[in-house]
């Protein structure tokens, strides 16, 4: 890590860990001591196959940022300002367990939850011998660093995948995102795309299906229900991940950009990049600690977390892994 990064990461980390929602990412420095980290995962092979569907988001403007008062303070959601961006397609579900198992089967890839030997599983859906457990993140003690624990063990050692194909890959770092990219000829979205395709064509909402609120006539997205972190009331049918294709896409056909899993960004996390940010097709800060993650998770509590929100930010280290984020890519290129 350059000084560079690590200043980054200061500045970033405070708006993060003081938010009080605690239903955020634990990052990887949570449960080792610096200083022991193992080699970078391993670049990715060649070319795959990358089978999700696509949807297409039209090229145009909108006004990026908290429209709705709700904003986090810390979070960097403000200054509302106007985008332009080119047309993209973006994955019309994040990548599901099913993709990521061909992705790891033709390539050998191991995650960084593997390398490390570890990832962060909420107390809940643990599957691990007592021994496997390695302690609670400091601060959000409901995280436990669960040896074994990796995409295709999502509780830990004694769990697996089987039956859960069509849930989103989770366990993933930004790093190992990034592998899964190169190896499908795609990339991560900016995060002014992910809000841009999140709000689904209805500039100035909440959500991503207009205004109304999540439990209005039905819940209208996976998250939290009950008193965190201890009873859920599985009132919206999912304590963790749901099934990719649950509930109802938004206007341009994208499944769940809020609630379900927090989904990884290409850019750098800054909560004040919206004060200088470029009006067209902009990328992010040069340079960070901390890489952008949207949208929530299914431990977004509608009380106190509301960052199942289009316009919600949050951030983790790139090597941190979890039960509650995964990822959708978006094309390389404008297609013509
Ligand atoms: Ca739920
Ligand atoms: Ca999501
Ligand atoms: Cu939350």
Not at 72 to 78: A, K
Not at 122 to 134: C, G, K, N, R, S
Not at 162 to 179: F, I, L, M, R, Y
């Amino acid at each position: 890590m350059t000084s560079d990064e690590q200043t980054g990461d200061e500045r970033a980390g405070a708006g993060h860990g003081g938010c009080g929602c605690g239903c955020g990412t634990p990052g990887r420095d949570a449960f080792v001591p610096l200083g022991s980290r193992p080699a970078d995962a391993a670049a990715a092979p060649a070319r795959g196959r990358h089978d999700v569907e696509q949807a297409h988001v039209p090229a145009g403007r909108f006004t990026m940022g908290d429209s709705s008062g709700d904003r986090n303070p810390g979070d960097g959601e403000t200054p509302r300002h106007e985008v332009s961006l080119d047309a993209f397609e973006i994955d019309a579900t994040t990548v599901t367990n099913a993709d990521f198992a061909r992705f790891v089967g033709e390539t050998g890839y191991r995650t960084e939850a593997e390398t490390f030997g570890f990832s962060a599983v909420f107390h809940l859906a643990v599957e691990a011998d007592p021994a496997d457990i390695m302690g609670q993140a400091e601060g959000t003690p409901w995280w436990f660093g669960v040896r074994g624990a990796d995409w295709a063990h999502p509780g830990g050692p004694r769990s697996d995948v089987e039956g859960c194909e069509d849930h989103p890959a989770t366990h993933v770092s930004w790093n190992d995102a990034v592998a899964y990219c190169a190896w499908a000829g795609r990339r991560l979205p900016t995060e002014a795309e992910w809000e841009y395709a999140a709000r689904g064509g209805i500039d100035g909402a909440k959500y991503p299906w207009g205004d109304t609120e999540v439990d209005d006539g039905g819940w209208r997205a996976n998250i939290w229900q009950g008193t965190f972190p201890r009873d859920n009331t599985l009132d919206d049918g999912w304590l963790t991940t749901a099934p990719v294709r649950t509930f109802e896409p938004n206007g341009y056909g994208l499944w769940q950009p809020v609630g379900n899993v927090w989904e990884w960004c290409q850019d750098w996390f800054d909560p004040g990049f919206y004060e200088h940010s470029p009006a067209a097709n902009p990328t992010g800060p040069d340079r960070g600690g901390m890489r952008v993650l949207r949208g929530g998770s299914y431990l977004c509590h509608i009380s106190y977390c509301n960052r199942y929100r289009n316009s919600a930010r949050s951030s983790n280290t790139p090597d941190s892994s979890m039960g509650n984020a995964g990822f959708r890519t978006v094309s390389l290129a404008p297609e013509p």
